[in-house]
């Protein structure tokens, strides 16, 4: 087991150790007041109970804190890059302007978790629980996290573009501004999450749930969104233009000036013409057939009607006019010879 001495060598600084932390480390058990400083790159700390520990301005770049107790503990300006700690309970910590970047976060604990300035870029947080916390503006891009449940979150602004959410939850988040572009969403949960202003272009979403969203004014372009749905959810203002919603369920969906521009809603399901009649399309919009589309540019309305294909009619060049038949010269006027008789 690694000794206190070698601990403390390692660490370069140790800001505050209470008395009890002068037992060998081998215990385990580490006092609630201990706080870190320095550096302790690569450093072995699994299972350890570091609860309400203080991380300030600390670097554990690759260290291993393996289902460690790290409740409560509070992480300031501190890098734990690439580090191991996954299935360590951080639950009620505390982190500001943190670096969690490539850290392996599989199956840990971070409810209620209040996180600013925070950074998980390129990390795995595979099942990872992060409900109930705060992390606005957080940094997620390229993020492992599939399955992670993320229920009534604040992440407003958050960042998640080119992140792996397949089958996570994020039911009842508050995710206004976020950007989840290019994101892996098949199969993700937003019920009920608030998300307006957020992006989803070019997302895959296919299969997501989106029933009773808030997605007033969000970007979905170019997203795959097949078979996902969009019951009761807010989507006034929001654009859909040239993305794909091949069996997605619009059923009481508000499709207030909703730009549907280019968008293929042939298959979709739920859609009726009360909703169409309040999007705003073109002539490249596929509308179910029978229904009509309306255009909403430079304030003219337009009807766009799709239709049964009808056999088309071939144009036959008319015929020449017939030339007025010459008028009949008009026969002289006879003449009479009166023969004279004799006059008796």
Same mark, same amino acid.
């Given at each position: 087991?690694?000794?206190?001495?070698?601990?403390?060598?390692?660490?370069?600084?140790?800001?505050?150790?209470?008395?009890?932390?002068?037992?060998?480390?081998?215990?385990?058990?580490?006092?609630?007041?201990? /706080?870190?400083?320095?550096?302790?790159? /690569?450093?072995?700390?699994?299972?350890? /109970?570091?609860?309400?520990?203080?991380?300030?301005?600390?670097?554990?770049?690759?260290?291993?804190?393996?289902?460690?107790?790290?409740?409560?503990?509070?992480?300031?300006?501190?890098? #734990?890059?690439? =580090?191991?700690?996954?299935?360590?309970?951080? *639950?009620?910590?505390?982190?500001?302007?943190?670096? #969690?970047?490539?850290?392996?976060? *599989? +199956?840990?604990?971070?409810?209620?978790?209040?996180?600013?300035?925070?950074?998980?870029?390129?990390?795995?947080?595979?099942? =990872?629980?992060?409900?109930?916390?705060?992390?606005?503006?957080?940094?997620?891009?390229? !993020?492992?996290?599939? *399955?992670?449940?993320?229920?009534?979150?604040?992440?407003?602004?958050?960042? #998640?573009?080119?992140?792996?959410?397949? /089958?996570?939850?994020?039911?009842?988040?508050?995710?206004?501004?976020?950007? #989840?572009?290019?994101?892996?969403?098949?199969?993700?949960?937003?019920?009920?999450?608030?998300?307006? +202003?957020?992006?989803?272009?070019?997302?895959? =979403?296919?299969?997501?749930?989106?029933?009773?969203?808030?997605?007033?004014?969000?970007?979905?372009?170019?997203? +795959?969104?097949d078979k996902a749905s969009f019951r009761s959810a807010e989507l006034n203002y929001a654009n859909l233009s040239g993305? *794909?919603?091949?069996?997605?369920?619009?059923? &009481?969906? &508000?499709?207030?000036?909703?730009?549907?521009?280019?968008?293929?809603?042939?298959h979709a399901r739920g859609l009726t013409q009360d909703q169409l009649d309040e999007a705003c399309g073109d002539s490249?919009?596929? !509308?179910?057939?029978?229904?009509?589309?309306?255009?909403?540019? +430079?304030?003219?309305?337009?009807?766009?009607?799709?239709?049964?294909?009808?056999?088309?009619i071939k144009a036959v060049p008319a015929m020449p006019a017939v030339p007025p038949v010459p008028a009949v010269p008009?026969?002289?006027?006879?003449?009479?010879?009166?023969?004279?008789?004799?006059?008796?």
């Amino acid at each position: 087991m690694v000794s206190l001495t070698r601990l403390a060598l390692g660490l370069a600084a140790v800001v505050a150790l209470a008395p009890s932390a002068a037992l060998a480390f081998g215990d385990k058990e580490v006092s609630r007041s201990t /706080k870190f400083g320095g550096s302790c790159q /690569k450093c072995e700390l699994s299972g350890r /109970k570091l609860s309400n520990a203080q991380f300030l301005g600390a670097n554990f770049q690759e260290a291993a804190l393996v289902g460690t107790d790290l409740r409560g503990a509070r992480f300031q300006g501190s890098n #734990f890059s690439r =580090a191991d700690l996954s299935r360590a309970d951080l *639950s009620d910590a505390n982190m500001v302007g943190a670096n #969690f970047s490539g850290a392996n976060l *599989s +199956h840990a604990r971070l409810r209620s978790v209040e996180m600013q300035g925070i950074v998980f870029a390129g990390a795995n947080l595979t099942r =990872a629980d992060l409900s109930d916390g705060e992390a606005a503006g957080g940094n997620f891009s390229r !993020a492992e996290m599939p *399955s992670a449940t993320l229920r009534s979150m604040e992440m407003q602004g958050g960042m #998640f573009q080119d992140a792996n959410l397949v /089958k996570a939850d994020l039911s009842d988040s508050e995710a206004q501004a976020a950007n #989840f572009s290019r994101a892996r969403l098949t199969g993700a949960r937003f019920r009920s999450a608030e998300l307006q +202003h957020a992006s989803f272009a070019r997302a895959q =979403a296919s299969g997501a749930d989106f029933q009773d969203s808030e997605l007033t004014a969000a970007n979905l372009s170019g997203g +795959h969104f097949d078979k996902a749905s969009f019951r009761s959810a807010e989507l006034n203002y929001a654009n859909l233009s040239g993305g *794909s919603f091949v069996g997605a369920d619009f059923r &009481d969906a &508000d499709l207030r000036r909703a730009s549907i521009e280019g968008v293929d809603l042939s298959h979709a399901r739920g859609l009726t013409q009360d909703q169409l009649d309040e999007a705003c399309g073109d002539s490249r919009t596929r !509308a179910p057939v029978g229904m009509v589309v309306r255009a909403c540019s +430079h304030g003219v309305r337009l009807i766009m009607r799709r239709e049964r294909a009808v056999p088309a009619i071939k144009a036959v060049p008319a015929m020449p006019a017939v030339p007025p038949v010459p008028a009949v010269p008009a026969l002289p006027a006879p003449r009479y010879l009166v023969a004279a008789g004799d006059n008796d």
